[in-house]
């Protein structure tokens, strides 16, 4: 009998049918929402916690800490429970409630605070003293890591090797960087497009960084493509999804669907994969489905 962090993965491909513009192209949904902490996010957890573990970097008695903007955090907590390590979270303020309350659920310390630039900052500093290990997913070759060891290669069998386009939500660039490597690997033609917001748009789990707070993991020339989606998009192609698809997801998979669309659209032919990052249900005290 497995515990709970071996059905970490092997998260469904998804048809989406009413949305597809395009009867030549086929467009596919990886739900990683299915996932056990509900988002994309416990792969990476999984592998920067066993890793750090393995490796000797922690040990019992350590206290873990991140900052995170909420899908991380939430499970990061629920795999440092199993593990039963310490954790310190640290999340913007106006992260949802139904977030700072999974994350407590699964025993994690949340710190509050005004912004994500100010929390990698609190979380950096934190982590330089003693009896502390930041994970730091944002510079963390285990955050790639585990889509090149296990994302791609679903992918990449799930289609039978037939994928043309890859589209993906960019915040720490994890996902991107390490289905980029895998899929590249097998095919350099597989395209690799990459979703941030307009200058003045906010969608929860992608972000346009400032320069200096760029992730280190981040290599530009693994993506073909970036294409910016605004808020108002995002919110509707979300929706939609939920309404029309029956997919009950967050803003950000509503980004990568919106750009999907539109890749749909400018081709002859082709298979699309796009990632479904997380679960809906935790955006209802947002006005994501108000």
Request: proline share 4%.
């Given at each position: 009998?497995?515990?709970?962090?071996?059905?970490?993965?092997?998260?469904?491909?998804?048809?989406i049918?009413?949305l597809?513009?395009?009867p030549?192209?086929?467009?596919?949904?990886?739900?990683?929402?299915?996932?056990?902490?509900?988002?994309?996010?416990?792969r990476?957890?999984?592998?920067?916690i066993?890793?750090?573990?393995?490796?000797?970097?922690?040990?019992?008695?350590?206290?873990?800490?991140?900052?995170?903007?909420?899908?991380?955090?939430?499970?990061?907590?629920?795999?440092?429970?199993?593990?039963?390590?310490?954790?310190?979270?640290v999340?913007?303020?106006?992260?949802t409630?139904?977030?700072t309350?999974?994350?407590e659920?699964?025993?994690?310390?949340?710190t509050?605070?005004?912004?994500?630039?100010?929390?990698?900052?609190?979380?950096?500093?934190?982590?330089?003293?003693e009896?502390?290990?930041?994970?730091?997913?944002?510079?963390n070759?285990?955050?790639y890591?585990?889509?090149?060891?296990?994302?791609?290669?679903e992918?990449?069998?799930?289609?039978?090797?037939?994928?043309?386009?890859?589209?993906?939500a960019?915040?720490?660039?994890?996902?991107?960087?390490?289905?980029?490597?895998?899929?590249?690997?097998?095919?350099?033609?597989?395209?690799?497009?990459?979703?941030?917001?307009?200058?003045?748009?906010?969608?929860?789990?992608?972000?346009?960084?400032?320069?200096?707070?760029?992730?280190?993991?981040?290599d530009?020339?693994?993506?073909?493509?970036?294409?910016?989606?605004?808020?108002?998009?995002a919110?509707?192609?979300?929706r939609?999804?939920?309404?029309?698809?029956?997919?009950?997801?967050?803003?950000?998979?509503?980004?990568?669907?919106h750009?999907?669309?539109?890749?749909?659209?400018?081709?002859?032919?082709?298979?699309?994969?796009?990632?479904a990052?997380?679960?809906?249900?935790?955006?209802?005290?947002?006005?994501?489905?108000?």
């Open positions: 009998m497995k515990n709970i962090i071996e059905f970490i993965g092997n998260t469904p491909l998804v048809k049918q009413r597809n513009p395009n030549k192209v086929q467009l596919l949904a990886k739900l990683e929402g299915t996932n056990p902490g509900g988002s994309v996010k416990d990476a957890a999984l592998n920067m066993k890793s750090a573990l393995e490796r000797g970097n922690i040990r019992k008695g350590t206290k873990l800490i991140e900052a995170t903007s909420g899908n991380t955090g939430i499970a990061l907590a629920m795999i440092a429970s199993m593990y039963d390590l310490e954790i310190e979270l999340i913007p303020s106006n992260s409630r139904e977030r309350l999974t994350m659920a699964y025993g994690a310390k949340v509050l605070l005004d912004s994500m630039e100010v929390c990698r900052d609190y979380a950096e500093e934190r982590g330089e003293q009896g502390y290990f930041l994970l730091n997913q944002f510079a070759p285990d955050n890591l585990a889509h090149y060891n296990t994302t791609g290669p992918i990449w069998t799930d289609t039978e090797g037939k994928i043309t386009h890859f589209v993906s960019m915040g720490t660039t994890g996902s991107i960087m390490g289905n980029s490597m895998y899929l590249k690997e097998k095919n350099s033609d597989v395209q690799i497009i990459g979703c941030q917001p307009t200058e003045e748009s906010s969608i929860p789990g992608i972000r346009r960084w400032p320069v200096e707070y760029l992730p280190k993991i981040f530009p020339k693994r993506v073909d493509r970036v294409m910016d989606v605004s808020e108002r998009d919110v509707e192609a979300t939609k999804l939920a309404k029309v698809e029956g997919i009950f997801a967050g803003m950000s998979t509503g980004g990568a669907l750009c999907a669309l539109k890749v749909a659209e400018e081709l002859d032919e082709g298979v699309i994969v796009f990632i990052c997380d679960r809906g249900d935790r955006y209802l005290s947002s006005n994501l489905f108000g």
